[in-house]
């Protein structure tokens, strides 16, 4: 009865009770009944309960320890910092960006620590200005210097999605931007093609700015992307999530694009902009197969599922209870080499989700993880070394950081 009992407390003071709750015991109150196979625990941690405006958060060496850190920001107002594994103090990166909305981290100027790349100034209303990108550099003692020093890279208005991958093959990794919509778009048709753009570092890194490649420009409001190496060539492909569904770019060695496959065009059903693909990743399937997990439609309800090998894959649909869709993650979260699905929205009710495929039922099946974060972004890496997958939420609404340890049953 006890489980039960703060199930419906949680309701009035979530992070405060949830951040007492040992792993054991939140599963206890969050698994669902027949699941395909024993997930692990996940204890939760409150790493900070007023994060105003908090849109992303990664994982990331800030300090250089060998123990990935937890990287938050925040769009409105403006906020940037980093969370020390593993008494997960906070400290800025900076104090003096704002419309911060995504970031990822490389050592850029190769002095052997990690630098921050950072698209910044957003507004999904201004499509002709801003959208500016920086990369922030690591002054090796982060923990002190709370201000990294900012240097301009370019500007794309309404600058969204960013990552590393190394996409023409040269051994290196290129800087990938991906705005949300085109140049001069407006709601709520947003049929305007945006630029899909990659930007390898430059040898100087004092120019004015990094010289770039337009890889495509016929998305339209594209909300997620993620890296994969498709066809195991060693050149990294893209996966992008946009109104007409979702698309595998396969790219050159001169950086063009060379194939744009759609492997589904999301959910079709409705008007713009509450059409397509809104979140995207890839994980693994029993005998070496592999599914593209998606949220539908923007910003939508929806987990869907990819799979096949003909074009168009086909769509499975595995929930349709998420509300503001807006956080989306694929990881081996159990060690049995088949990947799950970890999902959450924006919108009341607040939840993040674990969904896990059963073989024997060909079916994926739902696990409650958490109720109290509003999910605007999901990380997942293993941040103790210990060879398990953990996780991290941001919530907006709910304006905290939280990180999920996975635990050994």
Known sequence: MAPLLLMVRLHHNRDRLLALVPGSLLALCFAGPGSAQQ?????????DAEFQGGYGVDFADIDGDGLPDVVAWATNPGQLAWFRNPGWDKYAISTTMGGNIDSATLDIDGDGDLDLALAHDFSLGNSTGGGIIHWLENPGDPATNQEWQAHYIDEIPTSHRLLWADVNGDGRQELVNLPIIGVGATAPLYDVGLQLKSYPIPEDLSVESWNGVVLDRSLELS???????????????????SLGGVDLFQLATDGQAVAKTRLGAGMQEGERP???????????????????????????????????A??????????????????????????????????????????LAVYQYDEGSDRWRRTDLDDAVAVSGLAAADVDGDGDIDLAAIGSASRNVVFYRNGER
């Not at 997930?39 to 790493?47: A, D, Q, T, Y």
């Not at 993620?226 to 195991?232: E, H, L, Q, S, T």
């Open 310 to 351: 003909e074009l168009p894959w086909e769509r499975t649909e595995i929930d349709d209870r998420i509300a503001g869709g807006h956080g989306l993650v694929t990881a081996d979260l159990n060690n049995d080499g088949v990947g799950e699905i970890i999902a959450g929205g924006r919108g009341e009710p607040y939840q």
């Open 274 to 308: 509450s059409l397509g693909s809104s979140e995207v990743d890839v994980g693994s399937l029993p005998g070496g197969g592999r599914f593209v997990a998606a949220v539908e439609p923007w910003h939508g309800n929806q987990v869907v599922v990819y799979t096949g």
């Open 39 to 47: 997930l692990p625990e996940f204890e939760r941690r409150v790493l």
């Open 223 to 241: 909300h997620g992307i993620a890296r994969v190496d498709w066809d195991g060539d060693g050149r990294e492909d893209l996966l992008t999530a």
